[in-house]
T-cell receptor
Framework: EAQVTQNPRYLITVTGKKLTVTCSQN?????MSWYRQDPGLGLRQIYY???????DKGDVPEGYKVSRKEKRNFPLILESPSPNQTSLYFC????????????FGPGTRLTVL | SQQGEEDPQALSIQEGENATMNCSYK?????LQWYRQNSGRGLVHLIL?????REKHSGRLRVTLDTSKKSSSLLITASRAADTASYFC?????????????FGQGTILTVHP
């Protein structure tokens, strides 16, 4: 089944404890992206990657890191999480570029205490 | 303020009625996409309309794009209770299909049986 998977789905952590949210797609898509969704603010793009080893900042990249060493994986790294990073995070992938539909993962609900 | 802004913020209708949601944006776009999100879950792509297109249909969905007014509308005909969800427009800007996808804050649609 074609899908985007994220792990973990739920995570409660404390300020300053490094964490990684994994994202994997099995559709051989070039473009991958991370978003955060907050009430009243909609979805905002954090980082995106147009292909392996090619990443760029979205609208809200501060406090996050990404890497794209393999085509299928695009992990989101929070080196020192803070409470303002409490949010619902979505990974998405697209065949080629944004001229095509995006496929979204199920989301990761992160709480930073 | 955001690139894409939906109107209305919330819409409540009866089953069988039509639902119309509007999206306005500020800068020129490559394409505009509509997504649906059921409560707290991942987004599902509905329709993509390119800047040189004026109207697209998919089943009970009809999307229009007016680049002169920088606006788009999503019409759901003969709505069903299962259409209850949040609907987001998203724009790809910058003259290419690479780069950032900017979401609006969404319209919450409630369809009463």
């Amino acid at each position: 089944e074609a899908q985007v998977t994220q792990n973990p789905r739920y995570l409660i952590t404390v300020t300053g404890k490094k964490l990684t949210v994994t994202c994997s797609q099995n559709m051989n898509h070039e473009y991958m992206s991370w978003y955060r969704q907050d009430p009243g603010l909609g979805l905002r793009q954090i980082y995106y990657s147009m292909n392996v080893e090619v990443t760029d900042k979205g609208d809200v990249p501060e406090g996050y890191k990404v890497s794209r060493k393999e085509k299928r994986n695009f992990p989101l790294i929070l080196e020192s999480p803070s409470p303002n990073q409490t949010s619902l995070y979505f990974c998405a992938s697209t065949l080629g570029n944004l001229g095509n539909e995006q496929f979204f993962g199920p989301g990761t609900r992160l709480t930073v205490l | 303020s955001q690139q894409g802004e939906e109107d209305p913020q919330a819409l409540s209708i009866q089953e069988g009625e039509n639902a119309t949601m509007n999206c306005s944006y500020k800068t020129s776009i490559n394409n505009l996409q509509w997504y649906r999100q059921n409560s707290g879950r991942g987004l599902v792509h509905l329709i993509l309309i390119r800047s040189n297109e004026r109207e697209k249909h998919s089943g009970r969905l009809r999307v229009t794009l007016d680049t002169s007014k920088k606006s788009s509308s999503l019409l759901i005909t003969a709505s069903r209770a299962a259409d209850t969800a949040s609907y987001f427009c998203a724009t790809v800007t910058g003259g290419t299909s690479y780069g950032k996808l900017t979401f609006g804050q969404g319209t919450i649609l409630t369809v009463h049986p």
